[in-house]
Structures are given as structure tokens and as C-alpha cells.
């Protein structure tokens, strides 16, 4: 079983690449995302694999990281879901984005992938919520785990509402769950014994969110 390759990335084409290890090519599937973040060609590449056999072909699934490798496994757990659909939501969404929209329940960024409609978003939205908070994600490149963080585990109803109070206001509800939970985190880091009240989460949300507005102008 192939569990990794390192050589030249000999070809590069729109959802596959071919990597020459000491004179042998493979031809491995990847998600839009590792495409961008392979080298050019004839340069050295390394990708994590996940090899399927068939009665009929051996497909290999390339990925420039643990992350993606391990998302690109649980959605096919997920009924409708096989490698050309996980490939294809790891196409329009990073890990971390992927992670946001389930603990949120928003179904806007799954339904972004080809081959993805309403009803399939729901089921992996449905399927994939007990198992997402286990799944590394990170909104601010330092990994975390919803399971490891203490705000967002000790008061799951003081986050909920604060969101929903954020989506009142008219931000998406991707957007208002990463602002929200980064409020939870802060606020934890500076007092661990005094739960965050609905009041301080939606605060300290849209101050993450005003910061990240000023950010993007900043950015244009």
C-alpha cells in the first residue's frame, strides 16, 4: 500500500498530477487546493497518499497534508459521498472551512463543490457533526480542536445563542461561528473560572469581525 511519494512532479494537470520516483510515473488525484500548493514541474514534490482498489483500477489520492488526508477519509464515511465528491469539497473549501461550516451547520460552503446540492449539504451537515470537532481546523493557521477548547465545550448553549444573535445581525453563519468561538477562546485564555455569558460572546464577536472587516480593507 502506497502511503507516500517524494519525487519530480512531472505533469500537472487541472485534477491529477504525475510524480516520477527514480524513473517510475504515478498518477495521483488531487484536490484544487494541494494543486496550488504543489512546486512547478521538475521540481521535487512530496505527497501523503490514500491508495483505493478496485476489481477494476488502483486510484491514487495525493494531498499536501495530514489535514486534508484525514477530511478526504471522513466524508466518504458520509452515504453519496465517494472520492471525485470529497476531492471536489476540498476543492472549495480548506479543512478549516470545512470544519467551520459543519460546527455550524451552514451548508453554503459544502454546497459551493461540484456535485454537492442541498440534500447531500444536509446529510454530510447531519452526518458529520459529532465527528467534525474531533477534526483538527484551524481559522487563524494555529490549530485547534473544538473538543480541546475549554469555552466552547463547558457552554455549547452561550455559543449557539451568540451566533445566532450574529446571524440576526446579518452576517453568515460560518463567519459569526469563527468569530464567536475566537471570542470563546479569548475570553477563556484571560479568565478560566467565570463561564463567557451570551452578552460577552457577541461582544467579543463582532470585535473579531470588525477586526477582520478592517483587515480586508487594509488588504484591497
Same mark, same amino acid.
Given at each position: 500500500m502506497i502511503a507516500k511519494l517524494k519525487g519530480l512532479l512531472d505533469v500537472r494537470g487541472t485534477d491529477s498530477v504525475i510524480v516520477d520516483v527514480n524513473g517510475v510515473g504515478y498518477h495521483v488525484f488531487v484536490s484544487g487546493m494541494t494543486l496550488r500548493a504543489l512546486p512547478e514541474e521538475g521540481?521535487? %514534490? @512530496? /505527497? /501523503?497518499?490514500?491508495t483505493h482498489v478496485r476489481e477494476d483500477h488502483i486510484h491514487l489520492f495525493g494531498f499536501a497534508d495530514?489535514?486534508?488526508r484525514r477530511w478526504f477519509k471522513a466524508l466518504q464515511d458520509v452515504q453519496g459521498v465517494g472520492a471525485k465528491v470529497a476531492l471536489s469539497l476540498l476543492s472549495t473549501s480548506t479543512p478549516a472551512t470545512l470544519g467551520q461550516a459543519i460546527a455550524a451547520q451552514d451548508p453554503a460552503p459544502l454546497q459551493a463543490a461540484s456535485g454537492v446540492g442541498p440534500k447531500l449539504a444536509k446529510r454530510i451537515l447531519v452526518e458529520m457533526k459529532d465527528r467534525a470537532p474531533k477534526i483538527a481546523f484551524d481559522t487563524s493557521r494555529t490549530s485547534v480542536t473544538l473538543a480541546s477548547s475549554p469555552a466552547m465545550a463547558s457552554d455549547d448553549a452561550a455559543v449557539s445563542d451568540a451566533v445566532s444573535a450574529l446571524v440576526n445581525l446579518g452576517y453568515g453563519r460560518s463567519e459569526a461561528f469563527s468569530a464567536v468561538a475566537h471570542a470563546a477562546r479569548a475570553r477563556a485564555d484571560k479568565d478560566t473560572e467565570h463561564?463567557? @455569558?451570551?452578552t460577552d460572546l457577541i461582544r467579543g464577536g463582532l470585535s473579531e469581525l470588525g477586526r477582520a472587516d @478592517?483587515? %480586508?480593507d487594509v488588504g484591497r
Open positions: 521540481e521535487f %514534490a @512530496t /505527497l /501523503l497518499i490514500e495530514d489535514s486534508e463561564k463567557p @455569558t451570551v @478592517t483587515r %480586508a
